[in-house]
């Protein structure tokens, strides 16, 4: 597995408890990790797959019940971990 470095920085939406995140870019991903496993998984979104999924995650902090949609096979290949 190649190594990667993105320039990581801690996501505006975790709290101080230790429940936090980081995002970092590679190559026109999104990557998100767990800032107490940094080593661990490390999940790659597309731009336009984090979006909607940052959306959904800002509208459910809100109150706001986010419309239902199911990821087609289409939008499958855009969600990766690794």
Same mark, same amino acid.
């Not at 939008?75 to 969600?79: K, L, P």
């Given at each position: 597995m190649?190594?990667?470095d993105?320039?990581?920085?801690?996501?505006s939406y975790s709290d101080n408890?230790?429940?936090c995140v980081e995002v970092g870019d590679d190559a026109g991903r999104v990557l998100v990790r767990d800032t107490q496993?940094?080593? !661990?998984?490390?999940? /790659?979104?597309?731009p336009s797959v984090?979006?909607?999924?940052? =959306?959904?995650?800002?509208?459910?902090?809100? !109150?706001?019940?986010? /419309?239902?949609r199911h990821i087609t096979a289409e939008?499958?290949? =855009?969600?990766r971990h690794g």
């Open positions: 190649e190594a990667i993105p320039r990581w920085r801690k996501a408890g230790g429940n496993d940094r080593h !661990g998984l490390v999940l /790659r979104f597309t984090w979006r909607r999924f940052a =959306d959904r995650v800002k509208r459910s902090l809100a !109150g706001q019940q986010p /419309r239902q939008h499958q290949g =855009d969600i």
